[in-house]
């Protein structure tokens, strides 16, 4: 079982729409849209929220273990 510190964030490329609720949703800033797909541009940033996770309606981004 992982912990939120050992979570990291993960995208599914495939299944991104390129909607970015996720982008709208994330209060650090960590995510961008970049050639219709979700792109993490400052992963460092991100406090593992969940928000993006939680709002994406096509399950293509999460948190995850290493």
Do not use: H
């Not at 991104?16 to 995510?31: N, R, T």
């Not at 992963?43 to 096509?58: M, T, V």
């Amino acid at each position: 079982m992982s912990t939120k510190t050992e979570q990291t964030l993960n995208v599914d490329k495939k299944w991104c729409k390129g909607c970015g609720i996720c982008v709208a949703f994330c209060p650090k800033d960590v995510l961008e849209i970049k050639d219709g797909k979700v792109n993490i541009k400052d992963l460092e940033a991100c406090i593992k929220c969940g928000q993006c996770e939680l709002r994406c309606p096509d399950y293509a981004i999460y948190l995850g273990g290493k």
